[in-house]
């Protein structure tokens, strides 16, 4: 993709937001059952989108937050290989988050827990921050060129 010539693709900008996502959730069910699956008898959706089950109360909950966090951390690697552009990591990041709280909220609810949105407030940061310096970095890196010199 060249980056000087801007051109707006809606279904490319579509795909890569579902893939984002499937691969956010993908990410968050490795480590929820890394994480929580060791320690309760039977894995469901409820870990994925209940804002119950954030709770700094409970090695379970801790476990949660944690499987959050690194996926994040996972979506930021994600967003270097998906999106390209550190100036639209902000955008794909707060779109992932905006669709995982519609999720949530038809699945358990309006998050009413003070922990769920600071969990997933610093995840969307994290992953934004981390995204958009990964990619900075990649954006920055010269393009190597391989030509014979000719002795003159």
């Known amino acids: 993709m060249f980056y000087g010539s801007v051109v707006w693709d809606p279904w490319l900008i ?7 996502q499937c691969l956010y959730y993908l990410a968050l069910g490795v480590f929820l059952s ?19 089950t954030v709770d700094a109360s409970t090695v379970i909950g801790w476990g949660v937050m944690s499987s959050i966090f690194f996926s994040s951390i996972a979506g930021a690697g994600f967003l270097v290989y998906l999106v390209e552009r ?3 990591c902000l955008d794909f990041c707060a ?3 905006i ?3 519609f999720i949530c909220t038809i699945y358990g609810g309006w998050p009413a827990s003070i922990t769920w949105w600071v969990v997933n407030l610093t995840g969307l940061a994290a992953m934004a921050l981390l995204g958009e310096y990964l990619c900075m970095r990649r954006e920055m890196r010269e393009i190597p060129i391989s030509r014979l010199r000719s002795s003159a």
């Open 14 to 20: 579509v795909a890569q937001i579902a893939c984002l």
């Open 34 to 52: 890394i994480l929580v699956g060791t320690r309760v008898s039977k894995m469901s959706l409820v870990y994925f989108f209940d804002y119950a």
């Open 86 to 88: 550190a100036k639209k």
């Open 95 to 97: 779109t992932l988050y």
């Open 99 to 101: 669709v995982h709280l």
